[in-house]
């Protein structure tokens, strides 16, 4: 084990970089630019790192009931993590520069897939320049693994477990999206605003504190009290517009104590593909 905690600071990983074993992956993204992030990635990136794109390498093709990032299938992840030169044994720490909200994509599907060591860098991009470490612009030619891991298959919801769970009331449906698009204010992105009705809105920029780093477990854990009382993990579940951001709350989540949520993988844009679901603004 490389690193103690899920959660690795910039100094942290600049003091393991070049160890055995040690995988870094850059997934540095932009809805409304989806080229910004590998165009961001070749003029410098943290030693070492391989460019995960969010549309080629962790979300699968878009279907005609899907949302825009619906999963990969698994042979397909595994086939991608092999060619960054990970396999089981490898410790993956993923970064961004929007304090997770990508990344966490990258370490959930890790996690779906059993992989042991997972984490992400804490504060991303703008804290490894804070602390004056190097980026270069080389890029890396790992030696391919084969890569072998299990979905866990528990730890998604599609929209008729969703549905079933809303109406039998036996789980709490997180919405990681901001206010005013979960209140349907705006909605820069989808064909239609406003949540999932039963849903409670848990912005994930809530994890953060001002710098976009995490807050201390005990904060999270007071955050989400309220929203997820007395039940247990396994009756939480995330979403978001695409099931990104939503994997944000998943580690906040974990971070608070409370174990691992499920998500909604095709989240908001899934929901609102049929044009016949219901849809709350309040």
Request: aromatic share 8%; with cysteine.
């Amino acid at each position: 084990m490389i690193f103690e905690s899920a959660l690795v600071s910039a100094d942290q990983l600049a003091g393991k970089l070049g160890s055995s074993g040690l995988a870094v992956l850059d997934c540095r993204f932009s809805l409304l630019d989806p080229e910004a992030g590998r165009k961001a990635y070749l003029e410098g990136h943290i030693p070492g790192a391989s460019y995960a794109d969010l549309d080629r390498d962790l979300a699968g093709p878009i279907g005609p009931a899907t949302g825009r990032h619906p999963l990969p299938a698994a042979s397909d992840f595994q086939r991608r993590l092999g060619a960054w030169g990970i396999d089981r044994q490898s410790t993956v720490v993923v970064y961004d520069d929007v304090g997770g909200a990508i990344a966490a994509r990258a370490w959930w599907l890790l996690k779906w897939l059993g992989h042991p060591e997972a984490a992400l860098l804490d504060g991303g991009l703008p804290a490894w320049f804070a602390g004056n470490h190097p980026l270069e612009t080389d890029t890396p030619e790992p030696q391919a693994q084969r890569y072998i891991g299990t979905p866990d298959q528990r730890r998604v919801y599609d929209t008729a477990a969703l549905e079933a769970g809303l109406r039998d009331r036996t789980i709490v449906l997180l919405d990681a999206r901001d206010e005013p698009r979960f209140r349907g204010q705006q909605e820069p992105i989808d064909t239609a605003a406003g949540h999932v009705p039963g849903a409670i809105n848990a912005p994930f920029q809530h994890n953060l504190n001002a710098d976009g780093r995490f807050r201390p477990s005990a904060a999270l854990a007071e955050l989400y009290a309220p929203m997820i009382g007395n039940r247990s993990a396994d009756a939480v579940v995330c979403m978001c517009g695409s099931g990104v951001t939503a994997c944000h709350n998943i580690f906040a989540i974990e971070r608070a104590g409370y174990g691992g949520p499920s998500l909604y993988a095709g989240s908001w844009s899934e929901w609102i593909r049929s044009g016949n679901r219901p849809i709350a603004t309040a």
